[in-house]
């Protein structure tokens, strides 16, 4: 985006009032252009009209409200929205909008590309290219709500890239879009998801948002996992584990650990077994993730023991939840992001 000029969307609105006050205009300017940009979804500093002619030229020449472009935009059959967004120095990310019955969820991602490697996520198919700024993925959710015209209510950071490899951004995005001012997601409203780096689960537990933290875990031994995560041969399943239940400790929210199950690799009854055993001290849920294809090779991975597994986690006393999968028919679920068309 244009680096010449300030962002609006990269400020509280105690900074943004710090800010306006050094351009000369007005602190109480700030809180009408954020109405204008969360509620109105309005980003033309001359659209807004109850700001004067002076002071829009001020905010013109100091400041933007860019936006991503649509490149592409898929709906799928049962409602979900795909978008590829495309920044102006030309990198890509997606973001995909999702009904529940609870209200509209949008998926964003923090990077573009990603250096993680998991053998089965999609994302790792295209190299990475850079960090996301945090208004870069405020950005996301203003264009795909002003765009699809929808309230969108919860935002998972479940898309492309490794959230807390691009920390700073992260948390300067989550602070954004907390903010009453803004589009005032509390805590509860945003899930959070890592490959599990471990120091970063630490330093966003001190952090203190009461945001739901989602840990992509996959495999129960160190051996299994460092095969399909290679992040595990720096941070292994215990140490892992240690800081999701210090997580608890700090926020009272309990981790969600992201299971998906592939056929014969990680979803045998002595998988589940030892699951439990993994867990079985540990204030959490278990998110079984019905495995996505993202390649003729894994087109048929999918577990025939999804009830099974479950029902040994339950037995166990082990909160378990089943993924529904959405907008499998246009490439826009789990790790499918990146999906090329026949690979
Ligand atoms: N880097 C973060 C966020 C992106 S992945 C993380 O690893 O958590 C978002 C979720 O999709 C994770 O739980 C990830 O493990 C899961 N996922 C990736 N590929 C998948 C696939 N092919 N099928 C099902 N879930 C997948």
Known sequence: MNSQKTHILSYTHNELKDLFQQYGLKRYRAIQVLEWVYSKKIFDFSLMSNISKEDIALLTENFTLEL????????????????????SDGATVESVVMDYDYGTSICVSSQSGCKMGCVFCASSKVPFSRNLEGYEITAQILKAASDSNKNISRTVVMGIGEPFDNYDNLVNFLKIIN??????????????????????????????????????LHEVTDKERTAIMPINKKYNIEQVIKACEYYFEKTNRRVSFEYALISGKNDTDEHAMRLCSLLKNVMCYVNVIPVNPIDKKSAHQNSKNLSGFCAILKENGIPVTVRRELGRDIDAACGQLRRQNDN
Do not use: H, W
């Open 179 to 216: 903010m009453k001012e803004g589009l005032n997601l509390g805590g509860r409203r945003i899930t959070v998801s890592t490959c599990g780096i471990v120091p970063k689960i630490y330093e966003f537990a001190d952090l203190g948002l009461q945001v739901n933290l989602s840990v992509s």
């Open 68 to 87: 991503p472009e649509i490149e592409k935009k898929l709906v799928s059959q049962d409602g979900t929205i795909k978008y590829l967004f495309r920044y």
